[in-house]
């Protein structure tokens, strides 16, 4: 079936550090991948996605590349802020369904 | 423009005893999702509406969950009776159409406490 599997939290980072979550993914067709931020507080909030291999989302200095040869889609940032300090989902779907899959979410501590 | 909004945000019931959801989707998003999410781990599909009706509820316990979603705009989850596992924060969202190049608007959720 289709999944997704988180790098596991929690992950406490100083100020200024350079943040990598690892996401993996298992899929019986071609998905499209997403991550996802959720503030405390909030509801999910679309971070950035990528539709095809080889494509890079980015948004707000995060990045993440469809890494279609390692079933991947870890994300990046080179310096995080205090502000980034959330729980991060990497997600799936599929093109020709609506069935989205979630990881179980990473939360981020991001210290002064 | 309006997000996506639900009500109540937070919800203490004893079990057994029943409870609704709320949830106004944004204005010309004809598909609205209902998730419930366990603490620690990521969401997981209810049932989906297109439009009013119903297209994916195989993962709805209906049993004692049901959900209606009248003239295609605003939907209800309702629980009844509630059961301590049920404890959870449910998710409303939405988007403009289906499949993986619509993004999925999020409400902030109601958590339920059953105790």
């Known amino acids: 079936g289709n999944s997704v599997t988180q790098m596991e939290g929690p992950v406490t980072l100083s100020e200024e550090a350079f943040l990598t979550i690892n996401c993996t993914y298992t899929a019986t067709g071609y998905p499209s991948l997403f991550w996802y931020v959720q503030y405390p507080g909030e509801g999910l909030q679309l971070l950035l996605k990528a539709t095809k291999a080889d494509d890079k989302g980015s948004n707000k200095g995060f990045e993440a590349t469809y890494r279609k040869e390692t079933t991947s889609f870890h994300l990046e940032k080179g310096s995080v802020q205090v502000s980034d300090s959330a729980v991060y989902f990497c997600a799936l779907i599929l093109y020709n369904n609506n069935d989205m899959r979630f990881g179980a979410g990473t939360r981020l501590t991001v210290k002064p | 423009e309006a997000g996506v909004v639900q009500s109540p945000r937070y919800k203490i019931i004893e079990k057994k005893q029943p409870v609704a959801f709320w949830c106004n989707p944004i204005?010309?998003?004809?598909?609205l999702y209902w998730y419930r999410q366990n603490l620690g781990q990521g969401p997981e599909l209810l049932i989906r509406y297109e439009n009013e009706e119903a297209v994916d509820d195989s993962q709805l316990p209906k049993d004692r969950f049901s959900a209606e979603r009248l003239k295609g705009v605003d939907s209800t989850l309702k629980i009844q009776p509630a059961e301590l596992g049920d404890s959870a924060v449910y998710l409303c969202a939405s988007s403009y159409g289906t499949g993986g190049g619509y993004e999925q608007y999020f409400g902030p959720g109601t958590r339920l406490t059953v105790t």
């Open positions: 204005s010309g998003h004809n598909t």
